[in-house]
């Protein structure tokens, strides 16, 4: 019944073909890159205009009905999983790239633009969008804020939240808002700054003013192989202390190496144990010379072999690799499952030992792709989800890597979000005060709880259970809580 | 390059902080929270018992390898500089201090940024975790000390130009990041309109600028790469090579522009938005986007001119007759203001009104 009245008031704001409700057009909104959760929304509605975004959160509102919004549904943490008694809100046809200002280096975009058109849109003025995920081809603009993507060159040109000047919500109640401004800053607090990697809890975005950066004039990138993954981290760690900060550092172990190369051919070298690769961007004077000083730096810390690619084809042979690397470890097994930790760098050694032991105890491999510039971890590990049992020990395993990244100073997260996937882990990463100023946060946006609900942070009684079965040290979590 | 962890000084006061925020919060008495004092003029003054923050001070954490600095937020300034130029490192939003007195809480706070800020990013962005004590009197962490961490709302941002208003700073981790290998100052004498053209048309050019300004007919650029780098953009560039503590007056205010009684506004827009139609003088930083105003014309005006183009005014200095300092919000967003103190300090007892009459 209530599905009926919630359809036809649906039916009054947006056209037939924009409220999906029988279930063959559900099918393709119950999940998003996390495959493993999948879940049928009530309703899918598809508006292509901010009044019916407004409208549609204001019946939401009214009827107290769970949204989630969805861009392109690659997110990789389950935060586009649909509510089974809510709608599932996507932005797809907000797909207009709105303008692009060169003098003031931004473009206006609707949150539906795929991250690579950006660029690529850009491009005309030799300017880019800089955040990269490796699935920019799909991914869209108005999901990178909600989860504060990252990608392969962060540790020098910043996050998404680096890269916004400005973006338009729509709260719950059904208002639209300005965040930020045309300007560097903005008055009050940095709401722009709160909403960016809020995971849809707090709004809906229907716009954004994103920066764009020159494209350098050079890059070049190095490839230098290693005998021991320590010695690699070692490199890393002496590249930056040298007062270099390359545009990509990418490290990737030998299990990710082998099934790179047998994948895409990219030349890498496969007695290696570990591989690096670095990327120098900006002024040819400039990159010349740092080319120069890290094949010392890792001639100096025991790499085995150091190339420096001869020209754009040979770079772009030796990103792809980088880049295929979670397909072509697909291929490698039925399923795999990728993290997405974050660590001070100089602890790698160690978490790479120990999750070691941990592939062992399992009984599950792991292949190790690392952003080895910025601690990002991301372990993927191989299983098969149709052998009875191993998805759960899979996301058990999966949870010990995260609760040691926090054990070792880092984060559950470093650029995929929190989810479904990782809530429980967040009970490991915060105390319940935090947990409670989280939750004060959403109730000052939507105090109904009705924007994505059960995403990204637990409830404190979620935690008390979860910490149950996770004692550490003798120590309860969240010990002022009653158990159940 | 050595681990320096371990090796510094200070005091941890987190626990009395607390307690007398928890007191104040059950007694509801109004907190003014204090610092070096270099700030003060800046907001509306708040009336209440002081919180002295520079009780806890001192570098935590500094680990060169990982462009990672912890320090208390009573730390000053210069002395996190310092070390982290020994380093061949910075903070690479070059805050001002105003004065030497100046401490990491308060620039945090007040998300104070200098002349790199237009082409390395502001204070905020830089800030990768912090501690605070909130106005229960509770202590949390948020964010941390790596580089990239997207796990639960972003508070620490949240905290940076919010001016104490919804938490006392306690600690702050911030990214680093090298000094440049070089830098050189150039000056070019110019018009206005052609100041702002080059302004604009090189920031699209993979050029190394490190800071603009404009003033009087002279156009100010700073380059920062290596030798090599920086020939090749004077090439392009030109102008004639000037002392580069031209920076450090424009950045601490101790240029002749800003000695004066009249009222100094901070205009932030669109970098490439004209000439403003405003009685008085302006300098400009940040390639435009960045302006000072002296001048005399009522608030509303000056208000009104940059919102039409997106921008707000912020009456930042000489402010003798109590006009509003920040620029007005939106019914929706000022809503949210009130809605976030609250979740934040409930018994609205940090700083009140140093920001807002409301929050």
């Known amino acids: 019944m209530k599905k009926q009245s919630l359809l036809s008031r649906l039916q009054q ?68 999983l649909p509510h089974t008694d809510g709608i599932l809100l996507s932005l797809a046809k907000f797909s207009e790239i709105i303008s692009i200002n060169p003098e003031q280096r931004t473009a206006i975009v609707q949150p539906g633009v795929r991250n690579l058109a950006i660029s690529e849109a850009a491009s005309e003025y030799g300017l880019y969008y800089a955040p990269d995920p490796s699935s920019q081809i799909a991914c869209t603009i108005g999901g990178n804020i909600a989860e504060n993507s990252g990608g392969v060159h962060c540790l020098k040109y910043g996050l998404t939240v680096h890269n916004i000047q400005q973006i338009k919500i729509i709260t719950i109640q059904g208002e ?67 007062g270099i900060i390359p545009a990509g550092l990418e490290m990737m172990d030998k299990l990710a190496i082998k099934a790179a190369e047998a994948f895409v051919n990219a030349g890498y070298p496969l007695d290696a144990d570990a591989i690096l690769l670095c990327e120098l961007d900006g002024g040819l004077c400039e990159v010349t010379e740092h080319v120069k000083r890290v094949k010392t730096i890792l001639d100096h810390y025991g790499a085995t072999e150091v190339r420096v690619a001869q020209d754009e084809n040979e770079r772009m042979a030796f990103w792809k690799g980088r ?51 910025d601690g990002n971890l991301h372990p993927l590990i191989l299983y098969d989800a149709n052998t009875p049992g191993e998805l759960e020990r899979t996301e058990e395993f999966g949870g010990r890597i995260l609760e040691m990244c926090v054990e070792v100073g880092g984060s559950i997260t470093g650029e995929h979000g929190v989810g479904l996937e990782k809530i429980n882990q967040m009970c490991v990463q915060f105390a319940s005060s935090e947990l409670s100023q989280f939750h004060a946060i959403k109730d000052a946006f939507d105090p109904k709880g009705l924007l994505n609900p059960g995403k990204a942070v637990p409830t404190l009684h979620r935690c008390a259970e979860f910490g149950a079965m996770h004692v550490h040290h003798g120590k309860l979590p969240h010990p002022e809580l009653e158990r159940f | 390059m050595p681990e320096i962890n371990g090796q510094f000084s200070g005091q941890d006061a987190s626990q009395a902080l607390a307690r007398q925020i928890e007191q104040a919060y059950h007694n509801h008495t109004v907190l003014n929270i204090t610092g070096g004092g270099s700030k003060a003029f800046y907001g509306q003054h708040t009336q209440g018992e002081q919180l002295d923050a520079t009780r806890h001070h001192g570098i935590i954490n500094y680990q060169p390898t990982e462009l990672v600095i912890t320090a208390r937020a009573g730390t000053r300034l210069s002395d996190i500089e310092k070390v982290l130029r020994e380093n061949r490192q910075m903070l690479g939003f070059e805050p001002p201090g105003f004065s030497p007195h100046a401490t990491l809480g308060g620039t945090i706070a007040c998300n104070f940024s200098g002349p790199r800020r237009a082409y390395r990013g502001a204070a905020r962005d830089y800030v990768l975790g912090s501690r605070i004590i909130t106005g229960k009197g509770e202590i949390q962490q948020f964010g941390g000390e790596v580089m990239k961490n997207v796990a639960g709302y972003d508070v620490s941002r949240l905290m940076c130009g919010a001016m104490g208003t919804l938490g006392l700073i306690l600690d702050v981790s911030l990214k680093v990041i090298p000094l440049p290998e070089a830098e050189r100052s150039l000056l070019l004498e110019c018009s206005l309109e052609q100041a702002l053209n080059y302004m604009h048309r090189w920031v699209q050019q993979s050029l190394p600028l490190s800071a603009s300004a404009y003033l009087d007919g002279k156009l100010y650029i700073r380059l920062a790469s290596n ?72 608030a509303d005006k000056i208000r009104h001119t940059v919102e039409t183009l997106g921008g707000h005014a912020i009456f930042f200095k000489n402010n003798t007759q109590q006009i509003d300092p920040f620029h007005e919000l939106s019914p929706g967003v000022q809503a949210l203001h009130r809605q976030l103190k609250n979740a934040f300090d409930p018994a609205n007892i940090l700083n009140p009104v140093r920001m807002y009459a409301d929050i």
């Not at chain 2, 030109?238 to 424009?250: Q, R, S």
């Open chain 1, 323 to 373: 880049k295929a690397a979670f397909p072509a470890v697909g291929r490698l097994s039925p399923d795999y499952y990728c993290m997405d930790g974050t660590i001070p760098r100089k602890h790698l050694p160690e978490v790479l030992r120990r999750m070691g032991e941990l592939s062992t105890e399992y009984g599950l491999a792991v292949a190790n792709v690392f952003h080895a510039g």
């Open chain 1, 13 to 80: 704001i947006l056209p037939q073909d924009a409220v999906l409700h029988q279930a063959e057009d559900l099918r393709p909104y119950e999940c998003d890159g996390l495959s493993a959760y999948r879940q049928l929304p009530l309703v899918v509605a598809l508006p292509d205009t901010i009044e019916q975004v407004q409208s549609i959160l204001r019946l939401c509102h009214e009827l107290d009905v769970p949204v989630v919004a969805r861009g392109a549904g690659t997110g990789l943490s389950g935060g586009a």
């Open chain 2, 227 to 298: 030798e090599g780098g920086i020939q090749q953009a004077q090439q392009i560039i030109g102008g004639d090579t000037i002392d580069e503590n031209f920076w450090h007056l424009l950045k601490e205010q101790q240029l002749a522009f800003f000695n004066t009684e009249k009222p100094l506004w901070r205009l932030s827009l669109a970098s490439n938005s004209p000439a403003l139609k405003l009685n008085g003088e302006t300098l400009y930083e940040w390639g435009g986007a960045l302006r000072w105003l002296r001048s005399d014309e009522s």
């Open chain 1, 176 to 242: 639209l808002l300005t965040l930020g401004g045309s300007g560097l800053d903005s008055p009050g607090y940095d709401l722009l700054a709160l909403l960016t990697g809020s995971e849809g809890m707090l709004g809906v975005i229907v716009e954004a003013t994103v920066k764009l950066l020159p494209e350098p004039a050079v890059a070049r990138v190095i490839l230098a192989a290693f005998d021991d993954v320590v010695k690699a981290g070692e490199a890393v760690g002496n590249i930056i202390s040298d």
